[in-house]
């Protein structure tokens, strides 16, 4: 299925996804994305659907030809402190605030749209497999976080954060039974949280 691409005028649309919402460390990311209607970016799609090699070749396309483009995130205390959807939130309230462009209205990825936008907005499940600006920013988002996951892995290498993403495999699981959780681990996501009380 084509994506659907902004109309010839629509200048001021931002598409905006997130990455992160179900791993056990690390930020949630957030990122908005408005898109030229003269300047189609050909293979955009859900983040999750595409190769690394294929991110990051659309990522340079993005931030070269997007007429305005923002990634932002919420760190895991901000996600213990508020919880997971509310963090979400606010890295979506940061990533649009962070537009060189005010948008007009917003496209979600999702089924809720975030409070505080300045802006309209419209909330679109599974978004990022129709909405061209919203793959835009799942791409964004998604390469975003791995690359931030694996600077962490350089500092806590014996999590193997580089590989896992921080989401909750096998691997990590033993790693946080061996090693119990480190300062970037959600303490209030269950499996972090019984961790702690060992």
């Known amino acids: ?5 902004p109309e010839h ?9 997130e990455a992160g919402r179900g791993p056990l460390a690390g930020p949630v990311v957030a990122a908005a994305v408005i898109l030229d209607p003269a300047c189609i970016i050909d293979g955009l799609d859900d983040s999750k659907k595409l190769s690394e090699a294929t991110r990051e070749r659309l990522v340079g396309e993005i931030r070269l030809h997007a007429l305005a483009w923002s990634v932002a995130e919420a760190s895991a205390e901000e996600i213990d402190r508020l919880n997971i959807l509310q963090a979400t939130f606010l890295a979506m309230r940061r990533a649009a605030d962070g537009l060189a462009i005010a948008p007009v209205r917003a496209l979600v990825d999702g089924n809720r749209v975030p409070p505080g936008l300045r802006c309209t907005a419209e909330a679109i499940v599974k978004g990022d497999g129709k909405i061209a600006s919203i793959a835009a920013a799942s791409i964004l988002a998604k390469s975003h976080r791995d690359a931030v996951m694996r600077r962490i892995a350089e500092t806590y ?7 896992h993403m921080g989401y909750p495999t096998a691997a990590h699981f033993a790693a946080l039974a061996e090693h119990g959780p480190c300062p970037v681990h959600r303490r209030s996501f269950g499996p972090v949280a019984q961790r702690l009380l060992f």
């Open 1 to 5: 299925m084509a994506l659907q691409w």
């Open 9 to 17: 005028g629509d200048l001021a649309s931002a598409g905006i996804d």
């Open 157 to 163: 290498p014996q999590y193997g954060f580089e590989r």
